[in-house]
Structure formats: structure tokens, C-alpha cells
């Protein structure tokens, strides 16, 4: 995939909007994010058909945007509506099966430790997300901080594989993940809860 597609990667779900989901999404897709992933989890969840309509309508507005739409960890959904890919954890389908059943999309994984980004790397992934790089509020189940360290650890392993940085990620912090050598920065609350979604992108694309 092309690394500037990450520079400034939003991922969303109605639980983590204050405001209406799409109107959220459609605000964000004219400020200028790069790529979008729902991410539908946590309580009070859109689940079964209700999510696969929600889905199809942020697939649409993605579309009329040209913005790449990925769905977090439910690849039978990625599958069924033709999402331009799919973002998976370590606890998710093997990325072998993955990789075999999105040919000519993208694959995104999630990677905490060296060891992980080797297999993602090895499993023809198309980019991983280095994280959490600082502490967050938006996963209740997230690990502890990987740091900036690791982050530059993993671009001096691999110097021309797409990383992009998630976890705790704003406006006032953004740049040092990007001097540490990711991509681009994946942000949620920073956006959605954001009054000011064309400063708040703006702010984080500056540096790049």
C-alpha cells in the first residue's frame, strides 16, 4: 500500500462519538484523514444487521471521498460488503488465512513486540499498527504502553515497512511519533470528541 495512505488514519465507532457517527465520519473525511477503520466494539455495540447497514453507509461516504475503508477484526464482514480491507489483532484468524482470502486489499495488524512484527511482516501484511504508544482511554482491554522505543526499534528494523502509530495519539504528541519513525498516527477520541475536526486533522497531518 502507499505509506502516505496512513498519514492520518481515524478509526471510529458510534460508542466513541459524541455526536452523530456519520456526521462525525463525513466531518472528518472533508478535513482530510487518509484512511478510515470502523471499529465497532465495547458496550452498547452495534452487532448483526444493524452494524452491516452502519458499515455500508461509512463504506459509502469513504468512497466518495477516495479514503480507504477498513473494518477492525470482523473479516466475515469485511468479506461480505467488499471493505477495502481488513485490520486484525494477534487474537484474531491467522493472517495466513487472511492474507489467502484478501488478495489485492489490505491487511492490517496490530503488534506489540518484536516477535509479532517479524510474523506480520513474514505473513505479507500490508502495514501494522505499533502500539499502544502512550496510554489510552479508548480500549479498556489495552496493553500496556509499547512506548516510542519500540516504535523506533521497528523502523530500524524494517526501513521501508509501513508502521503507523496508535494508542494515546493528539495533537500535541503526534509529531514525536512521526520523528520516531512512523508513517502516520492513528487517532479516535482525538477526532471524534474533536469541536474542530478540520484544526484537530490539520494538526495532526502538519508534521508530515
Do not use: W
Not at 452495534?46 to 461516504?61: P, S
Not at 523506533?152 to 500535541?172: C, E, M, N
Request: one cysteine or more.
Amino acid at each position: 500500500m502507499n505509506r502516505n495512505d496512513l498519514a492520518c488514519y481515524f478509526i471510529m465507532g458510534t460508542q466513541n462519538c459524541i455526536e452523530e457517527p456519520l456526521h462525525v465520519l463525513e466531518d472528518a473525511l472533508k478535513a482530510g484523514i487518509t484512511i478510515f477503520q470502523l471499529r465497532e466494539k465495547g458496550e452498547g455495540a452495534l452487532t448483526g444487521k444493524v452494524l452491516e447497514q452502519f458499515a455500508r453507509k461509512c463504506q459509502e461516504l469513504c468512497k466518495s471521498y477516495n479514503v480507504p475503508f477498513i473494518v477492525n477484526d470482523d473479516v466475515e464482514l469485511a468479506l461480505k460488503i467488499q471493505a477495502d480491507g481488513v485490520h486484525v489483532g494477534q487474537e484474531d484468524v491467522s493472517l495466513t488465512d487472511i492474507r489467502e482470502n484478501f488478495i489485492g486489499r489490505i491487511v492490517g495488524v496490530s503488534v506489540h513486540t518484536v516477535e509479532e512484527l517479524d510474523q506480520a511482516v513474514k505473513g505479507r501484511a500490508d502495514y501494522v499498527g505499533i502500539g499502544a504508544i502512550y496510554e489510552t482511554q479508548s480500549k479498556s482491554d489495552a496493553k500496556a504502553p509499547a512506548g516510542l522505543a519500540f516504535l523506533q526499534h521497528a523502523r530500524s528494523l524494517y526501513r521501508d515497512f509501513p508502521l503507523v502509530a496508535i494508542g494515546g495519539i493528539t495533537t500535541k504528541n503526534a509529531h514525536e511519533t512521526l520523528k520516531a519513525g512512523a508513517d502516520g498516527v492513528a487517532i479516535i477520541s482525538e477526532i471524534c470528541q474533536s469541536q474542530d475536526r478540520y484544526e484537530t486533522v490539520r494538526a495532526c497531518k502538519v508534521h508530515i
